[in-house]
């Protein structure tokens, strides 16, 4: 019985220990292969073949991480939404509590984002 258990922690070893190695051999493999000139041109930025005459770098407003942090969270939202519709007829009456409440603080988050005014593009 014992052995099983070996086993299985065994196999879970090895493709960790894949996991890790073969992306650090296949980077140090290329970094091996690969042609390495430094140049100037090579480390200005890229403006579409033409002289760059500023800096790249702008600042964007805050507001526009809030929407994207916000889109994310609603996105995952539907990570959870598809699977749990999937299965609804299985999971019965509990589930539908539980996933309205997950809707409800979802809910909860949006309302506070809108007083708060973040959806507000301009």
Known sequence: MSNIYANSYLIV???LCLGVLLPIGALTIGRWLRPNVP???KATTY????IPFHDSRIQFQVRYYLFALLFV???VETVFL???AVVYDQLG???LVEMIIFIVLLAIGLIYAWKKKVLRWM
Do not use: T
């Not at 403006?47 to 033409?50: F, P, T």
């Open 13 to 15: 070893f090895v493709f």
């Open 39 to 41: 140049d100037e041109a």
């Open 47 to 50: 403006e579409s073949g033409n």
């Open 73 to 75: 969270i609603f996105d």
């Open 82 to 84: 598809y699977p749990w």
């Open 93 to 95: 009456l509990f589930a």
